[in-house]
């Protein structure tokens, strides 16, 4: 009766909003900065400008890994709100005149079709009828690029009366052609699982991708079918009718790129991918449907298995001429880091190296397929607690644990151009982009990041490869045998999420296409990152940051010492297993053991004096 109430996706989304609006004025302000003194510099050319420092997307309301209680028409929904947005804001930044008009317009029929958008992931056909008559009928009007708009800009900026009305409008401009027409860029998420169930029903493809012994026939056949397949009209009927989680969504990007805005690229993050024949797969459903040009098709490695061979991932795809024309033509390569999920698989310390690790692999098999020129976009993923990988002492650390200066300066000196992005998650998260204060030091403390110059010196971490391999890999080691021990599981399982107040609108154990989640947790994979880490604070012992590391200093303890004094990089790591420990006691955790022993209940029981209560403290046994 005292805990809150169950928190709504609309609840997710408006928080979220607010924190992305907070963290566009913040951007603004920096362009803002970035434009004054180019109009010092260039007097005669600076309006010309239109710099995209830092960009903000959003994955709320988009994202259906392990849940389905998100329809497709939830995601149109929950875009068109993201546009409207996205529209007021450029509706407040102009003056009066056919600019202003033509927003005006376009934000009142966009407002007109979110309102006519059905709800839920089972829409009535005749609701759907009549959003997709609004979507059509209206598309003009509400506009799905940013060409118009655009070019009223530069008459606008060039009929201004004097530089401050200009820098408002170029400001404006820049969010324009940075953004598009909507608040933030478009995340949408899903698993691996749900990409490999679709092909398996279009093109009968029976072998798992997991079979080494088959996989190379799997990619064979895959390739086959990318070189033949031909696209196909979508329409809002088809999405109705279809039964594919991993087809609806890309034919939902479909209708955004067609009805809503298809100015900028959208983001498909397949959660769990560990084989090339994964990102293939989502390739031929882009390409099935047309969007191939619009879509950014991003791995996210966060199992045990994608972290160590990630590289092998990313090289069975590029052995794909297909794969590598893909990208050619997008000009980018997008890959994902889940530091949530591979701390609660790996151990956060053994994270951070393979992530490290891994994304220099990454870079080299692109220099290796002559793919050097393409903008690398690095993204990584976390939560705003220690066990999901938030640094504990500073944003500016955070940023450098998560993007190292070393592996930075690697990068440039090989010559490629990388886009380094961060999440925000939750409350937490959003708090940092809670009021226009917050949100100018948080965007400016990013900036310094990745404009500043990386840092000359070399840190001597990297000249112990050894040790580091060694004692990472030993945490690595005892997190390998905690994981799928039974009674971590049972541990994690005995009390679970009735510990928690709800962590948001995802359900706290995974779902699949038809099915809720397990009624039992049998392994931690059972469960979301957020609520198995937070029962591990609840327990009072963050094994996902603390196990092993006993053992892997125990191997060779002056060099742990040594490089924790002298080591920047090292020294991060074991800052956050130092926040670890002091966030928890092994005492704490015994406590709740004991509640599971029947001779703790049988002892109290003993020395009960109370007339009924030895009966009652032994039924509890």
């Known amino acids: 009766a005292h805990r809150p109430a169950p928190i709504t996706l609309d609840e997710e989304f408006a928080q979220a909003a607010g924190a992305i609006a907070h963290a566009r004025d913040a951007i603004d302000a920096l362009v803002a900065a970035l434009l004054e003194a180019a109009r010092a510099h260039w007097p005669d050319r600076w309006t010309a400008l239109a710099p995209a420092p830092v960009l903000a997307a959003s994955w709320v309301g988009y994202d259906t890994d ?10 149109l929904r929950f875009r068109l709100r993201m546009k409207a947005m996205g529209l007021a804001r450029l509706a407040a930044a102009v003056p009066p005149g056919a600019l202003a008009d033509a927003i005006a317009a376009a934000l009142d029929e966009t407002d007109r079709q979110h309102a006519l958008c059905p709800v839920g992931v089972a829409p009535a056909p005749e609701a759907v009828q009549r959003f997709a008559w609004a979507l059509v009928g209206g598309r003009g009007r509400a506009l799905t690029g940013i060409d118009t708009l655009r070019g009223q800009f530069d008459a606008a900026i060039a009929a201004a009366a004097d530089d401050g009305e200009r820098l408002r409008l170029a400001v404006a401009r820049a969010g324009l052609v940075s953004h598009g027409l909507a608040l933030a860029h478009t995340h949408l998420r899903l698993n691996a699982q749900q990409v490999h169930n679709a092909l398996r029903h279009r093109l009968g493809f029976d072998a798992a991708p997991e079979d080494r012994a088959r996989r190379r026939g799997l990619i064979a056949a895959i390739n086959a079918a990318l070189e033949t397949v031909r696209p196909v009209p979508v329409d809002l009927g088809a999405l109705l009718a279809e039964q594919s989680s991993a087809a609806r969504l890309m034919m939902t990007v479909a209708q955004i790129l067609k009805h809503v805005d298809g100015s900028q690229p959208i983001r498909f993050l397949i959660a769990e991918t560990e084989t090339g024949y994964t990102l293939l797969a989502a390739l031929w459903l882009a390409r099935r449907f047309g969007v191939e040009h619009a879509v950014e098709i991003s791995p996210l490695f966060e199992t045990p298995e994608g972290l160590e061979h990630g590289a092998r991932v990313l090289e ?3 052995r794909s001429a297909h794969f590598r024309a893909y990208l050619r033509r997008a000009g980018r390569l997008c890959l994902q880091f889940g530091y949530s999920d591979s701390g609660r698989f790996v151990g956060q310390p053994a994270a951070s190296f393979l992530v490290e690790r891994l994304r220099l692999k990454l870079a080299e098999t692109l220099c290796r397929h002559d793919l050097g020129g393409l903008e690398l976009v690095l993204f990584n993923t976390h939560g705003e607690s220690i066990g999901r990988g938030a640094h504990p002492t500073s944003l500016a650390d955070r940023l450098e644990y998560l993007a190292p200066a070393q592996s930075r300066a690697r990068f440039a000196a090989a010559g490629l151009s990388v886009r380094e992005e961060s999440s925000f998650q939750g409350a937490e998260g959003y708090l940092l982009f809670g009021t226009p204060a917050l949100a100018t030091a948080a965007v400016a403390r990013i900036a310094e990041h990745v404009f500043a110059p990386p840092a000359a010196a070399e840190d001597p971490i990297y000249a112990e490869a050894d040790y580091a391999a060694e004692f990472f890999g030993t945490a690595r080691a005892a997190m390998a045998e905690l994981v799928p021990d039974p009674g971590y599981a049972a541990l994690l399982g005995a009390f679970g999420p009735a510990l928690l107040d709800p962590t948001g609108s995802r359900p706290a154990r995974r779902e699949t296409d038809g099915m809720g989640g397990p009624a039992m947790i049998h392994h931690p994979r059972d469960l979301r990152a957020i609520p198995n880490n937070a029962i591990l604070h609840q327990l009072g012992w963050l094994a996902n940051t603390l196990h092993g590391l006993g053992q892997a200093v125990a191997r060779a303890p002056e ?12 020294g991060r ?18 406590g709740y053991v004991a509640t599971l022993d029947p001779g703790t209940w049988l002892d109290r029981a003993q020395r009960a004096t109370r007339p009924g209560r030895r009966e009652q403290l032994a039924a509890v046994a």
């Open 573 to 590: 790591a074991m800052a956050m297993a130092a926040a670890a420990r002091a966030a928890g006691d092994l005492d704490i955790l015994r």
């Open 559 to 570: 060099t742990f010492a040594e490089l924790c004094a002298r080591s920047p990089r090292f």
């Open 316 to 318: 069975e795809a590029l």
């Open 66 to 75: 392990g849940r389905t209680d998100i329809g497709w028409a939830d995601t």
